[in-house]
Every structure is written in structure tokens, then in C-alpha cells.
């Protein structure tokens, strides 16, 4: 079952401008990651935040989490056309479970 | 190496036959996950191996898979009798383990065709 889910299922904007995705999840958490998928093959580690961090910065990348509303946003700041891909939220639930479970995913578009 | 192997990269195979996909982790990664995506999907988890412990199977969706890790380290995803539904990408990952999982590095996945 999917534990995070994005929000929207694909956004489409200009080189230059930025980008902002979100994820909700249903339960309480250890860490979120954002992870990249280009291509539909494998996904490269973007940032994680853990669940006592409210925000983090990571060159262009901006990720906030708000546990009290289950919620995560990804901010990408003057986008590239290099930046399309699907950008998917990845949550491990507090707890024994180790697993990572992902999103549904988010479809960006940066046109030149 | 320098990252998560997987092979094949793409695997066509007739309804029914047996296929097995493999996967070598970075040197070191105690932690090892099996993911399956479905064309324009997420990513469904499938079993998970740390260390020397009981691999967590609870995500495999039938008995026709299962999976091993033999010596820590390289893993073997079987399917049984495949079905045409089995049709996706499977990806491996791999990480450092620990408490929580943190940063996964994943393989480029095989895509598997059932006919």
C-alpha cells in the first residue's frame, strides 16, 4: 500500500522558475527522503529530513516536514530543463519497520 | 563496484516460464531491497534482507517469488510460472543498514516482458 502520496501527479513549467511538490503520508515516521527517477529506471537519493527537522537546504533543493499535518513539500529553486524527471517521497515508519515505502510520484516537465 | 548492479537489464520471457533477476550490492551495504515498478507507478516494496537476520518477505506478492542473498551480499529474485501482471521493472537497492534506513542506492533495474 502507498504510504506517501504526491501532489500533483505532474507539473509542467519554464526553465527558471521554481517548482514546488508535495507529499502526504497516513503514519508516524523516522525520516522522509526525496528521491529522483529519470527515464523510469533507477532512483538517485535527493535529501532526507528527519522527523525532528522542520526544513533543509540542499544546493537548489528546498524540503520542508510538517508532522502535525503529515505533509512534506520539495522546492526546486530556478529550475533546469536537466531537472525533468519524476521526483518520488519515501517515508520509514517509527517503529521496527525498515522498509522505505514511496509515493505514487510527481511527473516534472522544465521546458527550455 | 562502484555502484548496484543488476542483471539482465531487460528480460522477455513466455507466460509461465521461471526468470531469475540478479543483483550485486555496493561492497560494504549490509542492507538489501527489492522494489517492483509498474509502468508509470511507484515503487511497490518486496522483500527486504539485513545482514545475517530473517529477510523481511512481506511485501512479496505471491508464492511464486522469493528471493535470496547468499553470503551477504549478491541476491537472486525468482519468479515462478510468471504471469503477464509480473510485467514491470524490478529494482534492487542497496544501503549501509542501521537503525533506520537511510539513502538508498539503487540499480538501474531489470524490465521484465511476460508474453
Known amino acids: 500500500s502507498q504510504q506517501g502520496e504526491e501532489d500533483p501527479q505532474a507539473l509542467s513549467i519554464q526553465e527558471g522558475e521554481n517548482a514546488t511538490m508535495n507529499c502526504s503520508y497516513k503514519?508516524?515516521?523516522?525520516?522522509l527522503q526525496w528521491y529522483r527517477q529519470n527515464s523510469g529506471r533507477g532512483l538517485v537519493h535527493l535529501i532526507l529530513?528527519?522527523?525532528?527537522?522542520r526544513e533543509k537546504h540542499s544546493g537548489r533543493l528546498r524540503v520542508t516536514l510538517d508532522t502535525s499535518k503529515k505533509s512534506s513539500s520539495l522546492l526546486i529553486t530556478a529550475s533546469r530543463a536537466a531537472d525533468t524527471a519524476s521526483y518520488f517521497c519515501?517515508?520509514?515508519?517509527?517503529?521496527?519497520?525498515?522498509?522505505?515505502?514511496f509515493g505514487s510520484g510527481t511527473q516534472l516537465t522544465v521546458l527550455p | 563496484g562502484a555502484g548496484v548492479s543488476q542483471s539482465p537489464s531487460n528480460k522477455v520471457t513466455e507466460k509461465g516460464k521461471d526468470v531469475e533477476l540478479r543483483c550485486d550490492p555496493i561492497?560494504?551495504?549490509?542492507?538489501l531491497y527489492w522494489y517492483r515498478q509498474s509502468l508509470g507507478q511507484g515503487l511497490e516494496f518486496l522483500i527486504y534482507?539485513?545482514?545475517?537476520?530473517?529477510?523481511?518477505k512481506s511485501g512479496l506478492p505471491s508464492d511464486r517469488f522469493s528471493a535470496e542473498r547468499t553470503g551477504g551480499s549478491v541476491s537472486t529474485l525468482t519468479i515462478q510460472r510468471t504471469q503477464q501482471e509480473d510485467s514491470a521493472v524490478y529494482l534492487c537497492?542497496?544501503?549501509?543498514?542501521?537503525?533506520?534506513?537511510?539513502?538508498?542506492?539503487f540499480g538501474s533495474g531489470t524490465q521484465l516482458s511476460v508474453l
Open positions: 537497492a542497496s544501503s549501509f543498514g542501521g537503525q533506520s534506513p537511510e539513502k538508498l542506492f
Open positions: 503514519t508516524s515516521i523516522n525520516n
Open positions: 529530513i528527519r522527523s525532528n527537522e
Open positions: 519515501a517515508t520509514v515508519p517509527s517503529g521496527s519497520a525498515r522498509q522505505l515505502t
Open positions: 561492497s560494504g551495504h549490509t542492507a
Open positions: 534482507f539485513q545482514g545475517n537476520s530473517a529477510p523481511d
